[in-house]
C-alpha cells in the first residue's frame, strides 16, 4: 500500500502564496500519477491538478490554472502544490491522492486508490 501525508497548510492573506507537500511512502512505485484535490465546507470534493510520475506532465482546473503549479521530487518521492496569487475561495482542505491508472481523465476521483488525510487551507481577506 501507500502512504501519503501533506503538510504546508495555513493561514494566509490574499494575495498571498502557500506550498503544500505531499510525502509519499510505501510501495511508491506502483503508482503512475499523482492528484491534488479540495474540499470547502459545504461544497463537494473538487479537482485541482494532477502530475504524472514518469514525465512530469501536469494538467490543472480552470479556476487554478496560472495560479498554481504542481511538481514532483522523485528521488524524495513527494509532490508539491506551489499556490500563488491566493483568493479567498481557494479556502479548503487540500488533499493529495496516487493512483497506478486512470480511465478517461486524471480528472475523475475514482481513478486514485491512495489518499492523505488532507491540509487545512485557509485565505483571508
Known amino acids: 500500500q501507500v502512504q501519503l501525508v501533506e503538510s504546508g497548510g495555513g493561514l494566509v492573506q490574499a494575495g498571498g502564496s502557500l506550498r503544500l507537500s505531499c510525502a509519499a511512502s510505501?510501495?511508491?512505485?506502483?503508482?503512475?500519477?499523482m492528484g491534488w484535490f479540495r474540499q470547502a465546507p459545504g461544497k463537494e470534493r473538487e479537482f485541482v491538478g494532477s502530475?504524472?510520475?514518469?514525465?512530469?506532465?501536469?494538467y490543472y482546473a480552470d479556476s487554478v490554472k496560472g495560479r498554481f503549479t504542481i511538481s514532483r521530487d522523485n528521488a524524495k518521492e513527494a509532490v508539491y502544490l506551489q499556490m500563488n496569487s491566493l483568493k479567498p475561495e481557494d479556502t479548503a482542505v487540500y488533499y493529495c491522492?496516487?493512483?497506478?491508472?486512470?480511465?478517461?481523465?486524471?480528472?475523475?476521483?475514482?481513478?486514485?486508490?491512495?489518499w492523505g488525510q488532507g491540509t487545512q487551507v485557509t485565505v483571508s481577506s
Open positions: 491522492a496516487a493512483g497506478a491508472r486512470y480511465y478517461g481523465s486524471s480528472y475523475y476521483s475514482y481513478n486514485y486508490d491512495y
Open positions: 510505501g510501495r511508491t512505485f506502483t503508482s503512475r500519477f
Open positions: 502530475i504524472s510520475w514518469s514525465a512530469g506532465s501536469t
